[in-house]
Each structure stands twice: as C-alpha cells, then as structure tokens.
C-alpha cells in the first residue's frame, strides 16, 4: 500500500486532469494539497502544486488555467505552513510555562520543607554536637542542590539569548513583523541569568503572537553597566486589561527572582514589557 502522502499527491493529479472537463474541480485539489502543506512539510506542498500545474500544462493548450492554478496553490501552502508554525509556536510555548508552573510548586514546596530540615538538624548538631544531626543537615543541602539543578540551574537543554533568532523565526512564521535590537557591548551573563533572559524574551514575544493582531514588534536587549536590560514592544492596541495573563505573571515571578524590575504598558497604540535585571 502507498504511503498516505503519495495517495494525497495521487489524488491531486487525478483532480487536475479531470478539471479539464469540469474546470471547478480544480478547487478540490486545494484540499489535499493544504492537508500536504499542513501535516507533511512544505517540501511535499511544493511537489504536490508543481505536479497540479504540469498535469493542466500538459492537458491544456493555454497557459491561463496553470497560471490561475499555481496562484491559487501558491496561496493555499502558505495559508497551511502559517496555520503549523503558528499552532507550534503557542504549544512549545504552552508547554513550557506548564514546565515553569510544575517547576515553581515544587521548588515552594518540597524546598521550603527541605529548608526547614536542614535549619533544625543544624541546631541540633549545634546544641548536641551529634554528628548524625550534622549529616542530616548535609543531606538536606545536597537535596537542596539537586533541585535547583534539576529545576533550574544545569538543564542541559536550556537556552540562552544567543537562540533569539528561533524566538524570532517563529513569530515571523507567525504572521508578526518583528525585528531585534542590540544596545551595548554583549557581554557573558551568567547561566541562570540568561536562561531567564530568553524565557523572559520568549514569553513577551508569545504575548504578541496572542494578543497584538499581527502588529510590529521591536526586541531589545540592552547590555547597560551594571544591568541587562530587555524590551518587547509591539504598536498593536488593545483594551486596557491584557497585563494579567499567565506569561506576564511569569515574567513578574522572574525578574523578581534577580531582584529586577519590571514595567509594563498598555494601551490603544501599543504595549511594551519591559525588564531590568542586574548582573549580580
């Protein structure tokens, strides 16, 4: 049996050919041709239209109907390829503020428990000298060390401000006219620091993509003296009340953790997030 996609492309020829006769079957092709752009790659997409195209050159005398044709799947491939990368975007998105939620409980939770072991077995030893109590103590700051790698501090996959560009790429996909800024000397920031700079960066710029109707957008990062200092700003209005989602909260909980700053604006001739976060 054919792979689906070779029996989509089969089924996107068989239309073409037979619209000769009844041209409004044309339209039907579009349908397994989206499906190709939407589910199998733009590669495919593109096989797909350029067999559309040559079964009506080499069916037809004129060159009207191929023309109309290739305009026609030209823009039902970019409808489907926007459509993929935009779902793709919001749901890496999604999935990494549920990470960051998960992660938050259990570093409040679990932690704030494990600190309270570590302070009691530290005044017992203190007051006993009992050497088990000391070893309690220890155990409970590994513990503690373990979770902030784990959460937060050596997630081998975390990403810095030098993976921008897929931030970028992705909201171009998108549909958003977005555009980076750099201000400064870049500098090395620490690895939490910038881990926190991208999901800061990240979570703005998805904030556009729900909310700012395809406005231009402008990032900024700024490498001042003593401070990082990032910018997300689009020229989409929008009522007054937008400034209380999940990914602003987010943003809030990590500025806060570097005793950072942040301002955001809202209004009907744009927003902008903006963040503060000192080098040490």
């Not at 350029?50 to 009207?64: D, I």
């Not at 799947?73 to 489907?80: E, G, P």
């Not at 990914?247 to 209004?267: W, Y």
């Amino acid at each position: 049996m054919l792979p689906l996609r070779w029996n989509a492309i089969g089924v996107l020829v068989a239309i073409t050919v037979a619209s000769v006769m009844l041209p409004f079957l044309a339209l039907l092709a579009l349908v397994p041709l989206y499906w190709l752009a939407a589910d199998r790659g733009l590669r495919w997409a593109v096989a797909g239209a350029a067999l559309m195209v040559a079964a009506q050159l080499v069916s037809l005398n004129h060159w009207l109907e191929p023309v109309s044709t290739a305009v026609l799947a030209a823009a039902t491939v970019t409808a489907a390829r926007f459509t993929t990368m935009r779902r793709e975007l919001l749901a890496s998105n999604a999935a990494a503020e549920e990470r960051l939620r998960i992660a938050r409980e259990l570093h409040d939770a679990v932690g704030h428990d494990v600190t309270l072991m570590v302070v009691q077995a530290e005044a017992l030893a203190a007051v006993t000298g009992d050497e088990r109590a000391d070893a309690i103590a220890a155990q409970g700051r590994r513990t503690m060390a373990e979770l902030h790698r784990v959460l937060r501090d050596d997630d081998p996959e975390r990403k810095g401000l030098d993976a921008l560009e897929e931030i970028l790429d992705g909201a171009r996909g998108a549909g958003i006219p977005i555009t980076l800024a750099i201000e400064g000397t870049p500098r090395t920031l620490a690895k939490g620091l910038d881990a926190s700079a991208y999901r800061i960066v990240q979570e703005a710029v998805t904030n556009v993509i729900r909310h700012a109707n395809g406005a231009p957008t402008t990032v900024t990062i700024d490498y001042g003296q003593e401070q990082l200092g990032l910018r997300v700003a689009d020229a989409g209005g929008r009522s007054i009340g937008m400034s209380h989602g999940h990914g602003l909260i987010g943003i809030s909980e990590r500025v806060s953790a570097f005793g950072g700053s942040l301002v955001v604006k809202e209004g009907q001739e744009g927003f902008v997030v903006s963040a503060e976060l000192p080098y040490t």
